[in-house]
């Protein structure tokens, strides 16, 4: 993975992209959470090597991806060429067939540890669509999708402001909610490559990184956390808030519950985000067994009083 500074790599991004289409674009993942909590230590890097931008809302993300695409590819942005599906399609391809857009930056040694691409996503048409779907993204050299995924307006969510950057960025406890929501349990499907290394469950790469962002927030108290997490699920599923809050806690009790499983994320965390203030065993677990205590119970016992 590419140790990137958060502020330079922001920087370039929001440079790069056309200023109208900037209010479309939510930075999550890593960088997000880099730019947020080491902004102002240009010390501190984030291992990472995507640059994950939810265009939002639905109904603006083709023409702000069309107006992005076309815009970097312009100024010498080169695609990335691994994976399935790496040949543009046209009107006849199946959307679930056609490349996302990963776009590395102009004049950057693709091989080099320090590259880093920027990828594109969307939030979902609807919040009953479920797991992953793909938007048609036509270009004049041929067709691109946008993935989403089913809780991935969470992250766009109330987003913050980037300083003067003019691009927003994720709020740290909405990327926790959505990876909460993602995974109610542990799946024992591994992550499609190594990471440092090793095979590990995609589960416990992302519960590890709700680990790792209570570790950095460092909260006196949690509590606020369950507010905000509650706002934002009655906003993106009006319908089933209440069903989505009961389950929020289930993947992180059940990692927590399992020394293999808490010993994977501890490890991601390390070679992650915590890898400039590496944590032990313990102290990852105190971060979450408080916020279980403090934002998932506080949650759990509201939709309690909701329905009492």
């Known amino acids: 993975m590419s140790q990137v500074s958060p502020f330079k790599v922001l920087s370039e991004v929001a440079n790069a992209v056309p200023k109208d289409c900037r209010e479309n674009i939510v930075v999550i993942g890593s960088l997000a959470a880099g730019y947020h909590f080491f902004r102002d230590d240009p010390t501190k890097a984030v291992r990472t090597k995507d640059v994950d931008c939810v265009l939002a809302p639905f109904q603006a993300a083709v023409g702000a991806g069309q107006s992005i695409t076309r815009q970097l590819l312009d100024a010498g942005w080169k695609r990335r060429m691994e994976g399935d599906h790496q040949e543009l399609g046209n009107a006849d391809t199946p959307v679930n067939e056609l490349p996302a857009v990963r776009l590395f ?23 009953e669509d479920h797991g992953q779907t793909w938007t048609r993204l036509p270009l ?24 003067d950057l003019d691009i927003r960025y994720a709020r740290p406890e909405m990327m926790a909610l959505a990876n909460l929501l993602e995974h109610p349990e542990i799946n024992s499907t591994p992550m499609k490559g190594l990471f440092a290394g090793r095979s590990i469950k995609r ?21 606020p956390w369950a507010a905000s997490w509650k706002k934002a699920l009655k906003a993106c599923f009006p319908d089933e808030w209440q069903s989505l809050a009961l389950r929020v806690g289930n993947g992180l009790r059940a990692l927590l519950d399992s020394p293999s499983d808490f010993e994977e994320a501890h490890y991601t965390c390390l070679n992650g985000l915590l890898a400039s203030q590496p944590p032990t065993l313990d102290a990852l ?20 009083n909701t329905n009492s």
Do not use: M
């Not at 790469?205 to 509590?223: C, F, H, P, Q």
């Open 105 to 127: 930056p102009p004049d950057v040694d693709h091989d080099s540890e320090n590259a880093w691409f920027i990828e594109l996503l969307t939030v979902p048409e609807s919040s």
């Open 203 to 223: 589960s416990n790469k992302d519960l590890g990184r709700v680990l790792a962002i209570a570790t950095l927030a460092d909260l006196d108290d949690y509590r």
């Open 140 to 163: 004049k050299e041929g067709h691109f999708g946008l993935p989403t995924f089913r809780f991935i307006s969470i992250t766009a969510f109330d987003a913050l402001p980037a300083g």
């Open 285 to 304: 677990r105190a971060a979450g067994e408080r916020v279980l205590g403090d934002a998932v119970e506080t949650l759990e016992e509201s939709v309690e």
